[in-house]
């Protein structure tokens, strides 16, 4: 199973702020090692939206930030719009494996 | 234009074995190490494999060490992932990947194939 743990799903309204949750541990965020984001639409391949934690990708909307602290990071939408639906993912490094988040639906009302 | 295209999918039986390529176009193959990430249906990311640029390096999820393995072509832009001894727990799409990064335990993946499905069943 997933060593990063997120949240099931988050919603809000449209224009409204959320935020996604990745909590980790010390052999992973805790240990220093990069936080980065996926975006995952409906039947499509992920999205590199984060690097580096808190690095947007040229074409990523500066609607997407991300921040880490400790042995958590956390990705937040601004201004949420309905083409934000989607599951998100975060993704470190653990014991010589590279490790995602167990994923975030985001569902806009 | 990068663009990764995966190949090889299909409907095997348990115990049986698969051959999955990656075709990569848009940049210079050599100058990055690779990998493959799959998704089980209805379910979360998991990375099953990674490469060195030269191939001289490789890396394996405890999942599939032992029965998988990952090598390049880059005379041919190519990526493969030979699959044996597969299980129902392996039925998943398989994305092909590219890395972006200096250091391995720093590394994201940047550019993402469509995926090939890979379905173990009798």
């Known amino acids: 199973q997933s060593v990063l743990a997120q949240p099931p799903s988050v919603s809000g309204a449209p224009g409204q702020r959320v935020t996604i949750s990745c909590t980790g541990s010390?052999?992973?965020?805790?240990?220093?090692?990069?936080v980065h984001w996926y975006q995952q639409l409906p039947g499509t391949a992920p999205r590199l939206l984060i690097y580096?934690?808190?690095n947007r990708p040229s074409g990523v909307p500066d609607r997407f930030s991300a921040s880490k602290s400790g042995t958590s990071a956390s990705l937040a939408i601004t201004g949420l719009q309905s083409e934000d639906e989607a599951d998100y993912y975060c993704?470190?490094?653990?014991?010589?494996?590279?490790?995602f988040g167990t994923g975030t639906k985001v569902s806009v009302l | 234009e990068v663009q990764l295209l995966e190949s090889g999918g299909g409907l095997v039986q348990p115990g049986g074995s698969l051959r999955l390529s990656c075709a990569a176009s848009?940049?210079?193959?050599?100058?990055?190490?690779m990998s493959w990430v799959r998704q089980a249906p209805g379910k979360g990311l998991e990375w099953v494999s990674a490469?060195?640029?030269?191939?001289?390096?490789?890396f394996y999820a405890d999942s599939v060490k032992g029965r998988f393995t990952i090598s390049r072509d880059s005379s041919e832009n190519t990526l493969f992932l030979e699959m044996a001894g597969l299980r129902a727990e392996d039925t998943a799409i398989y994305f092909c990947?590219?890395?972006?990064?200096?250091?391995?335990?720093?590394?994201?993946?940047?550019?993402w194939g469509q995926g090939t499905l890979v379905t173990v069943s009798s």
């Open positions: 990947a590219k890395y972006q990064g200096s250091y391995w335990n720093q590394l994201s993946f940047d550019q």
């Open positions: 848009g940049f210079t193959f050599s100058h990055y190490a």
């Open positions: 490469i060195s640029r030269f191939g001289g390096d490789t």
């Open positions: 010390s052999s992973n965020i805790g240990a220093g090692y990069d």
């Open positions: 580096g934690n808190n």
């Open positions: 993704q470190s490094y653990d014991l010589s494996a590279y490790v």
